[in-house]
């Protein structure tokens, strides 16, 4: 792993140490905390992604975000050329506007159960995802073992997600490389969070941003400097140095 201080970007100082293949295609990035600072991107980091896209490179957004909250946040969607949300479970297409479940849906059942073991507790309830606050993690493990229901945890900052089991970023990725007709070894993957590491399985490279969990950052191959969409704005500008 290369890591640089969490500083200002030094571009030159990340071109002399490191080197990209140049059969990288795409880019997987998180939105909240990586593109995206306090729920929005830059204008900035917009125009880097724009210059990204107009470079040759693909764009894949995979967020934890449902697909009406996301809207309300982020006017760009249509930079990208997938859009995976929910942790993977949902998938949408910015060219034609269409959302498609790619995950079983929300149990009834174990949403009725929650509810009763949180009463009160805020619940963020997608097509497939359940989300809440992440001190409740004890009691929702809890309550999938004594259900029996095929779900589980993952972690994400200040939250917790409840999916069904298998359903990830990786996952969800995998989904829109496939409708793309691309593959996980042309990705570069960058993100933030716990949630992230299963985006960042089978990358040709990965990159976590400055302000990054220390766990994720100890997984991926490149830590930026900076922070959020200015570590992404670093790491566009080194990506555009590889495009004949």
């Given amino acids: 792993m290369l890591a640089t201080p969490n500083t200002p970007c030094q571009q030159s100082s990340i071109r002399t140490t490191w080197h990209f293949p140049t059969d990288l295609k795409v880019l997987a990035a998180d939105y909240d905390g990586t593109l995206a600072d306090r729920g929005r991107m830059s204008a900035d980091t917009v125009a880097a992604l724009r210059s990204l896209r107009a470079g040759g490179f693909r764009l894949i957004l995979v967020s934890g975000r449902r697909l009406d909250n996301i809207r309300q946040v982020c006017g760009e969607l249509d930079l990208f050329d997938a859009v995976i949300l929910e942790n993977g479970a949902v998938s949408f297409c910015p060219a034609t506007g269409t959302e498609q479940l790619i995950a079983p849906a929300v149990d009834e059942r174990f949403l009725a ?89 089978g990358c040709a490279l990965t990159a976590a941003v400055g302000n990054a969990a220390p766990e994720l950052k100890a997984t991926a191959n490149l830590v930026l400097p900076g922070e959020s969409g200015q570590s992404v704005q670093c790491l566009v500008d080194m990506l555009l140095t590889t495009i004949p």
Avoid: W
């Fill in 113 to 201: 159960d929650l509810a009763r073991e949180l009463p009160g507790e805020p619940l963020f309830v997608g097509r497939s995802m359940v989300a809440t606050a992440a001190g409740n993690a004890g009691c929702v493990e809890v309550l999938i073992a004594l259900g029996g229901y095929d779900l589980e945890v993952v972690g994400c900052g200040r939250r917790i997600l409840v999916l069904p089991k298998g359903i990830n970023k990786r996952s969800g990725l995998s989904h829109a490389l496939a409708s793309l007709g691309l593959h996980r070894d042309q990705v570069i993957a960058v993100g933030d969070e716990e949630n992230d590491m299963e985006l960042f399985k």
